[in-house]
């Protein structure tokens, strides 16, 4: 019995390690796909800003042991991205931005859950110029403003009035997906990439192998408890 109460301390402490926050060094490679416009995202106001999908370079990152994370996300701070490696933070959505999210603060939990949640109703739909930069505007929207529309000239963020048919696209498309928004929907499983200096972005994540045999191995203890027991 010894043994097995050790066991599943180890697997316990096991546990935390494998759901402590990970670092790494990232860059930022490209905006692409993408569509150029001029907007007002939290207090700075940016002319031929890249909008749409951020690609990324990563180091000292082990998928072994991490979370799985993909080369590309969207961007969830309006502070500058840099082309030198930067360290970041993994964490979770709710706890990002910072230090530069909406009021100062943090998106919270609502906000993080809104995120998931177009994120696993429209993320397959994102496939061109236009619906990558509808896609980033929904989320800055979501994180500095509401989930209801997309203002021209008012709020925390806005896209200032264009012609180009681009821009136009995406802002059209971006109010469609948020004025057709599900609060029941399924939910991504999402993660932050956060640093103190430079933008913070939202990735989707899958779980490393190395989680998922901990966890199953964790399942089987359980299960053998409760044979033993005649539970």
Not at 72 to 81: H, N, R, T, V, Y
Not at 149 to 154: D, R, Y
Not at 191 to 216: C, H, K, N, R, T
Request: with cysteine; hydrophobic share 45%.
């Amino acid at each position: 019995m010894k043994k097995l109460i050790l066991l599943l301390m180890f697997l316990v402490f096991m546990s935390g390690v494998a759901g402590a926050a990970p670092t790494l060094l990232l860059k930022l490679t490209e905006v692409e796909p993408e569509v150029s416009m001029h907007v007002q995202l939290a207090s700075y106001n940016i002319s031929n800003m890249k909008v749409g999908v951020h690609n990324f370079e990563m180091k000292d990152f082990d998928p072994s042991e991490d979370p799985i994370l993909p080369r590309w996300g969207f961007c969830i701070e309006a502070d500058p991205s840099s082309t030198q490696f930067q360290s970041y933070e993994v964490v979770d959505l709710e706890d990002a931005p910072e230090p530069d999210g909406p009021g100062g603060n943090a998106m919270g939990i609502v906000k993080a859950d809104y995120i998931r949640q177009l994120w696993a109703a429209r993320i397959s739909e994102v496939d061109d110029d236009i619906s990558a930069a509808a896609f980033q505007l929904a989320v800055w929207e979501i994180v500095y403003d509401d989930v209801w529309g997309l203002s021209e000239g008012s709020g925390s963020f806005y896209v200032y009035s264009s012609t180009n048919s681009n821009v136009t696209g995406a802002v059209a498309l971006a109010s469609d997906w948020l004025s057709d928004f599900d609060f029941s929907g399924d939910k991504a499983n999402l993660l932050a990439l956060q640093s103190m200096s430079y933008q913070d972005f939202v990735v989707e994540v899958v779980p490393a192998p190395g989680a998922i045999l901990l966890g199953g191995l964790g399942m089987g203890l359980v299960g053998w408890l409760r044979k033993r027991r005649g539970l």
